[in-house]
């Protein structure tokens, strides 16, 4: 008697689910459509909750706004009135203190560069509303860091806590800060703050954690106080790790600008991309996001310096002279500059490209439309809708039938049933519910076959605890009345993520097995890494418009990075024992990819697959903007409508999308681990 796999029975049993699910939906339509009158009204209970928690702490939270005015307004004063040689002299003395010539010469062309653009201005209040949220997020994440290493009970209450903050969309939480500090930057800066705190938590506790037993029992044995142990040796021990997180915090921070703008109002970098991509001059746009991108790498350069151990330390009389002689000519022209907002030597540059996009948008407006809409009748409409429903006369040139329908799912079992001949039953059970997928289409699936796929998946990824959260968890979903915003959520975050999946594991699988490849693929790469959220959505705006399939796109260019990175580092670092074994055996150069390097590179290609999905679910509230329904929609319509209630429950409801996707790859990641002696 054959005994199945667990991932066989999980994939029988929703299969089965399914297969009931389309045979009854005629005489039972609530299997395919939730019953409205089983709907509890879950967004009104935690509005009025919410508003209720919220006017209790209102005036506190005015009192804490009113005080974080005056840094920021200090910092903006400060920024503002120091004149440009002075600031772009200082920034260029830490870049020679921190890594030589190199960075010198970059942050003088990039900050000569945003000079010249004409945006110093709003760029000395974006630095303002950075140097004041950074601090503040430190001061949090540090906290909280050493808290939960201090207090192992606390740990694991923590760490839900960060993950709970890193899966809710950023607008999410934008709903409830505007109702308590009102409308002004002051939000925005908290809301930075917010955003930035969480990595800077994990870093503390990731680095305090790996301090050597050794360092601590030294610590001990000198007998210092449990204080000083902890900031006088452990903390300078972990320093490296921590670093690591000033680092990720201040990406983090720059991130948000343009989303602090959308409830700010300040007159910043963020809010002139915003206003510039509202009035479709994407020319001035994309000058704006370029001034973002160079603040982005100028930040990660510097402050990754910061963590790496193998740093030179370079000659500080040179950034002394070049500091010195930034307030020389400061001093020497004053009165006599130029105001640093009047230069803009880009605006002809800026008109010119919008001249020459509404140029080649005429010249090529059919191969345009012909890509947009070829992706989308002929792909992700089918994955929305199902084939039965996407295949009509004025697309595919036919009307999907019946007869069609019995074909796909004939098909569909005779491949089904010859993987399970060749003794892969769990793919050929996989390949049927595929089919049925495909011909219903994402945003149509029966709520129970759902239900029993995701609670079948999370338990052959992680057991029956995890099954039972991730049916939970969609059940307040169900019950909140946002099922069908999730399943178009999914459909498109699900569609992205397979798309890069395949091109981004293609691309890291050429830059593993070609130096070269990766030499031109790499600062690519870091380049789409510094890149803010909102700026993705200006080059695809340009070329195809508002709509879906530019949203598509965006979501790829942000979530792309992470699964080229990881899948290029898990085939690249196989031991080299395993590659002389192979070697030995006369394994050719693609056997040795196939048979050793990818399967040694599973985890860690599944991490990067992991961070791909998460930054999907990030970007697709982002894409809203840009003509996207689901929970994304919903919950920047919360934001300008002040909903509380329903911005948070839309924003927890991605939040548990994202986690159970997290949770399930992260357990096949750890299956594969294990069965690697990992």
Not at 237 to 247: D, R
Not at 513 to 518: F, L, Y
Request: with cysteine; glycine share 10%; hydrophobic share 55%.
């Amino acid at each position: 008697m054959m005994t199945l796999s667990k991932g066989s029975r999980a994939a029988l049993v929703a299969l089965v689910v399914g297969i009931l699910c389309l045979a009854l939906e005629g005489v039972a339509p609530w299997l395919v459509s939730f019953p409205k009158g089983w709907v509890l009204p879950a967004t009104d209970w935690v509005g009025s909750v919410m508003e209720s928690f919220l006017a209790l702490i209102k005036p506190a939270a005015r009192m804490f706004s009113a005080l974080m005015a005056y840094p920021m307004e200090g910092a903006g004063w400060i920024l503002s009135e120091t004149p440009w040689p002075l600031l772009i002299a200082a920034t260029v003395a830490l870049g020679w203190r921190l890594g030589g010539l190199a960075m010198a010469l970059m942050a003088a062309v990039g900050l000569g560069a945003v000079l010249a653009s004409g945006y110093w201005p709003e760029s000395m209040n974006t630095l303002a509303l950075v140097s004041v949220s950074v601090p503040l997020a430190l001061l949090v994440g540090g906290a909280i860091g050493v808290l939960a290493n201090e207090y192992p009970r606390v740990r694991a209450p923590v760490q839900a806590l960060l993950d709970v903050m890193q899966t809710v969309p950023t607008f999410a939480y934008l709903t409830p800060l505007l109702v308590l500090f009102g409308f002004g930057p002051v939000v925005g800066l908290i809301a930075s703050a917010i955003y930035a705190a969480p990595p800077m938590a994990r870093n503390v506790m990731l680095g305090l954690e790996r301090i050597e037993p050794e360092i601590k029992e030294a610590a001990v044995m000198a007998g210092g106080t449990r204080m000083q142990q902890l900031f006088q040796v452990e903390i300078p021990a972990a320093a490296t790790q921590i670093m690591v997180g000033v680092n990720q915090c201040l990406m983090a921070a720059l991130s948000m600008v343009i989303i602090a703008a959308v409830i700010g109002g300040f007159d910043d970098i963020g809010w002139e991309v915003l206003l510039t991509m509202r009035k479709a001059q994407f020319g001035a746009s994309l000058l704006a996001g370029f001034v973002i991108v160079i603040f982005a790498i100028l930040i990660d350069r510097m402050s990754g310096t910061l963590a790496d151990e193998r740093r030179r330390s370079y000659d500080g009389r040179v950034s002394l002279a070049i500091l010195v002689l930034g307030a020389i000519v400061s001093l020497a022209f004053y009165g006599q500059l130029q105001h640093p907002g009047d230069y803009a030597l880009f605006d002809s540059t800026a008109d010119r490209v919008d001249a020459g996009l509404s140029a080649f948008t005429s010249a090529n407006a059919e191969l345009l439309t012909s890509v947009k809409n070829g992706v989308m009748f002929y792909v992700l409409l089918p994955l929305r809708i199902g084939l039965d429903q996407a295949v009509l006369p004025f697309t595919w040139g036919f009307v999907w039938t019946t007869g069609m329908s019995l074909a796909l799912f004939a098909a569909g079992a005779v491949a089904g049933l010859f993987c399970a001949y060749r003794g892969k039953l769990t793919l050929g059970v996989v390949i049927l519910i595929a089919t049925g997928m495909l011909e219903t289409g994402i945003s149509q699936l029966p709520w129970p076959f759902v239900l029993v796929g995701v609670g079948a998946l999370s338990f052959v990824a992680g057991g029956v605890r995890l099954a039972a959260l991730s049916v939970v968890l969609l059940i307040t979903i169900l019950l909140s009345g946002l099922w069908e915003r999730a399943l178009l959520s999914l459909y498109l975050s699900g569609a992205s993520v397979f798309a890069c999946a395949v091109l981004g594991g293609a691309i890291g699988l050429a830059s593993a097995a070609s130096p070269m490849v990766w030499r031109v693929v790499r600062p690519i790469c870091d380049m789409l890494q510094t890149i803010p959220l909102f700026v993705f959505l200006i080059p695809v705006l340009m070329v195809f418009q508002i709509g879906e399939f530019s949203a598509f796109l965006a979501i790829m260019a942000y979530a792309i990075v992470p699964m080229i990175r990881y899948t290029r580092h898990g085939l690249t670092e196989t031991p080299a024992e395993m590659i002389e074994a192979a070697t030995a055996s006369g394994a050719t150069r693609w056997q040795m990819m196939r048979d050793v390097r990818a399967p040694y590179a599973a985890p860690t290609i599944l991490l990067g697959l992991n961070q791909t999905i998460l930054y999907a679910f990030a970007m697709l509230v982002i894409a809203a903007l840009i003509g996207t329904t689901g929970l994304g929609q919903s919950i920047y319509l919360a934001l300008g409508q002040a909903d509380v209630g329903l911005g948070i429950s839309a924003g927890a409801a991605m939040a548990i999308l994202a986690l159970i996707a997290d949770r399930i790859v992260q357990g096949f990641a750890e299956e594969r681990r294990h069965a690697l002696g990992l």
